[in-house]
């Protein structure tokens, strides 16, 4: 009693691990096809995720440079704000200028459609091909006995 017990667990368990592999193989295809299409045959899919990404920042703690008007003096220490946040931004921009978000966030997608992949296809083939060993071997002892 207790080994058939044991011998169902452990069948549940292949077939778990099995189906959870096969769902990270699916997971990885898709995501993989849907990179392939957009980068081949609907590359203005991702436009307006790279038109998000180029969007200047804000400048941070300078809220009161919004108030400010033409008769309005600023401080020597908000005037070091601002010179301090127009330098970020100059160096923000020559960085951004080196990076495509569109190419960027492609990779990022690919890496992990790329990980689900080279992680269920070993967990999917390895639990599949034990459940058919384990499937095989009462049939042949039947068939010999």
Do not use: C
Not at 79 to 105: G, K, T
Not at 131 to 140: M, N, Q, T, V, Y
């Amino acid at each position: 009693m207790e080994r058939n017990r044991n011998l169902t667990v452990r069948t549940v368990y292949l077939y778990v691990a099995t189906l959870v592999g096969l769902g990270l193989i699916i997971a990885g295809g898709v995501q993989s096809f849907e990179l392939l299409l957009k980068a081949t045959v609907l590359p203005q899919a991702d436009a307006e995720e790279g038109l998000w990404a180029k969007q200047p920042p804000m400048p941070y703690a300078l809220d009161r440079v919004k108030e400010l008007d033409e008769s309005s003096e600023i401080s020597d220490e908000e005037l070091a704000m601002v010179r301090s946040w127009l330098q970020d931004y100059e160096n923000w921009s020559e960085q951004r200028a080196d990076i495509d978000p569109v190419v960027a966030q492609r990779q990022r997608r690919a890496a992990t459609a790329l990980s689900l992949l080279f992680v269920g296809i070993p967990v999917y083939l390895y639990h599949w091909l034990t459940i058919r060993r384990e499937l095989k071997g009462p049939k042949e002892a039947d068939a010999q006995a």
